[in-house]
């Protein structure tokens, strides 16, 4: 099964993985390999139990230095006779190492065991070796050899990973200029996002990797859903808009990228009988994935763009120990996994069987239990009654101990316990069970109601205009928060004339000029621009003569290319890929202008030396644009550029690029009316303080 690394923001990396190590054998070569008087070494014959790789049919290993195949030698003298008992043999291997830690590894041939467990040295010699070898994390080609009595046999095993200068899970991260925004009342406001990317070494990514930004439906958009990075950082903008609405005022963001194989399955856990059929498997990183028909075939239940499913991506993606994952006995929709990295940790609940991780709660968006150490093992006991189903639940820590949760969800440690609150009064409310600290000593609580009364301050103004608003009423119901009375205007259909095919959206007016206005956005330029050229190869030579049209031009693309045959002149040669359109139809030949292929045409030019293979230059198509803006009651307001927010003197929109680029006089026409009563929202300009006293 094939996983994927990501990274999760809340306002919520993933790397795409592969693998491949690979055995041959050859001989000692020259006259080292036979010959040997009889009784010493004549011949050595190797063997692997390393898996085969299903594509390349060769023996395979990852790079991840725990992976590990025991590596057989067979010595014989030179009658084709096993060697003597205690023959020495040497094994070496200049990449990864032997169960002693080391390259080198010497041991005698062993006599075989007799029927008191002891060798026995009257049997007949063996002439058996063998070592465990170990990956290392560095891939490259590791020649194992075997020497005895002056004769060698090589193995090369090729390892195959982390390349150092691809992105890995370790080493990706997502953060956001503000984790609260004001998105339920005002559209198109601007977070700006940051994919920080990584090498196994911890060294920036190769510029011009492409990170995806997803928000899976739950709320706001995202552009540019892609970009390239640039000294290991790639940016993008979250807008908020109307629909899809943030359930409960929550949206996840994800980014994703294709990186180096490091993600591995950390934990296994087996749903009990009758429903065994019914498997999960955690990741360091690629989140847990599910399997219904007993491991055959296996799907993340990790991120979904389904509505029902939204609480999927609300899981840590990093599954750390191997005991991370248990199902409830007594009902087996209930899942519990263990998560954490890098100082955290959190417990997630799933009452519906992995289909959302938020305990069907949607503002639960950190799990059940957060602390500061992962936790790396999950025990679920139910109490053998399903009617209630109040499980005990265990989770042990990374260096912070037990914990236990006698109702399932209500996490402590382990030895301490709190009673359940005992009500004296006339109210009709509730206390949620008390949950004890590391810190939490014996002692008695008491809560009190200090007031049942409520009073709200006077309604503060912001804006231009002259009203009022009456004094608040309060009722006994009323609760401490915070309220907001806006006035707006309505905005009308939007029309579309022209070629293009993009959009309009999220267009709001805070200050009318008329009681009802009509607004046309024309376009006055089409023009897409070109950014400056990076690469590795932008170092040696350059790239002239970029031109962008048709396909290419219909969309904000990075592109990236990448020498596949080093040299200069008419010899290097350099394939070319879109991070939208894919890879491009030919190659580049150095001093030879490419295409126009899809629109896109170029030239690289010859360098101060020759190129190499793997490096890059990398340049990024915005398609662009101007519209004029034009109301029917004051006349014309500043322009407007796609793909860019527009907010003037209360105006705002934002006009995408689609598929097919806009043309000069392409329109967008709509009609703003004024609206009465205002609308009210909580947190914004016209603002309330209420509070109990």
């Known amino acids: 099964m094939k996983f994927k690394n990501y990274v999760r923001l809340l306002i919520n990396a993933v790397v795409a993985v592969s693998l491949c190590m690979f055995v041959f054998s050859c001989g000692g070569g020259g006259d080292s390999d036979s010959g040997g008087a009889s009784g010493q070494s004549g011949t050595i014959t190797l063997s692997t139990d390393a898996p085969i790789d299903g594509e390349s049919g060769l023996y395979t290993l990852p790079a991840d230095g725990s992976s590990a195949a025991v590596i057989y030698a067979v010595i014989k003298d030179s009658s084709g006779n096993p060697v003597r008992h205690y023959t020495e043999v040497v094994f070496t291997t200049n990449l990864g190492h032997f169960r002693n830690g080391s390259t080198t590894y010497t041991m005698q041939t062993q006599p075989p065991l007799g029927k008191d467990g002891f060798p026995d040295t009257d049997a007949a010699p063996t002439g058996l070796a063998d070592v465990q070898f170990i990956a290392g994390t560095t891939p490259g080609s590791a020649k194992i050899t075997v020497t005895s009595n002056g004769v060698t046999q090589s193995v090369y095993i090729t390892l195959s990973g982390a390349t150092g200068n691809m992105p890995v899970g370790e080493a990706f991260s997502l953060s956001a200029a503000y984790l609260n925004i004001s998105g339920w009342w005002m559209y ?133 120990g191997q005991n991370g994952i248990a199902v409830d006995p007594d009902n087996h929709n209930v899942v519990y996994v263990g998560t954490g990295y890098l100082g955290k940790g959190n417990v997630f609940r799933s009452l519906d069987g992995a289909m959302n991780w938020n305990s069907n709660n949607v503002e639960q968006w950190n799990g059940l239990y957060e602390t500061t150490a992962a936790v790396l093992s999950v025990v679920a006991d139910g109490d053998d009654n399903s009617s209630t189903d109040y499980p005990y639940v265990w989770i042990g820590t990374e ?95 939007i029309t579309q004339t022209g070629t293009g095919d993009g959009s309009l959206r999220n267009v709001a007016m805070t200050k009318p000029n008329a009681a009802v206005e009509t607004w046309t956005l024309t376009c006055t330029s089409a023009e897409p621009t070109i950014s400056a050229v990076t690469g590795t190869a932008a170092a040696n030579g350059a790239l002239t003569g970029i031109a962008v049209t048709g396909a290419s031009a219909a969309q904000t693309q990075t592109f990236t290319l990448t020498c596949t045959t080093a040299g200069g002149s008419g010899v290097g040669i350099f394939s070319v890929r879109g991070n939208k359109l894919g890879d491009y139809a030919g190659v580049a030949t150095v001093d030879t202008t490419y295409g126009p292929t899809n629109g896109l045409t170029f030239k690289i030019n010859a360098g101060t030396a020759n190129y190499v293979v793997g490096e890059t230059f990398v340049f990024t198509v915005t398609v662009g644009g101007t519209f004029s803006v034009l109301s029917d009651a004051v006349g014309y307001y500043p322009e407007a550029s796609v793909g860019e927010t527009y907010n003037e003197d209360g105006l705002t929109f934002l006009i995408n690029m689609g598929s097919t680029a806009f043309v000069v006089d392409d329109t967008f026409t709509f009609t703003i009316t004024t609206d009465w009563p205002p609308n009210q929202h909580r947190n914004g300009w016209y603002t309330l303080h209420i509070r109990r006293q």
């Open 188 to 320: 198109s406001l601007e977070d700006t996002i940051t994919a920080s990317a990584a090498d196994i070494n911890g060294n920036a990514v190769i510029d011009g990797t492409i990170i995806y930004f997803k928000t899976y439906n739950t709320g706001g958009y995202v552009e540019p859903a892609s970009a390239g990075t640039g000294s290991g950082k790639a940016i993008s903008i979250l807008y908020s808009t109307a629909n899809p609405a943030p359930s409960a005022g929550f949206l996840m963001l994800t980014g994703e990228t294709e990186g180096d194989a490091t993600t591995r399955v950390t934990s296994i856990a087996t749903t009990p009988y009758p429903d065994q059929h019914i498997m999960y498997a955690g990741t360091n990183g690629g989140g847990v994935y599910k399997s219904t028909n007993y491991g055959d075939t296996w799907e993340t239940v990790s991120r979904s763009s389904q509505n029902p499913r939204r609480g999927q991506n609300l899981i840590d993606p990093y599954v750390k």
């Open 399 to 493: 260096g912070r101990g037990p914990l236990y949760a006698a109702d399932g969800k209500s996490f402590q440690p382990s030895g301490g316990t709190a009673t359940s609150p005992v009500f004296s009064g006339t109210g009709n409310g509730t206390m949620s069970h008390p949950v004890l600290s590391y810190s939490s000593k014996s002692e008695t609580w008491t809560t009190t109601c200090a007031g049942s009364t409520s009073a709200a301050s006077s309604p503060s103004f912001s804006g231009t205009g002259n009203g009022g608003m009456s004094a608040v009423t309060t009722s006994a119901s009323t609760v401490t928060e915070t309220w907001s009375v806006i006035y707006r205007a309505l905005v009308g259909d």
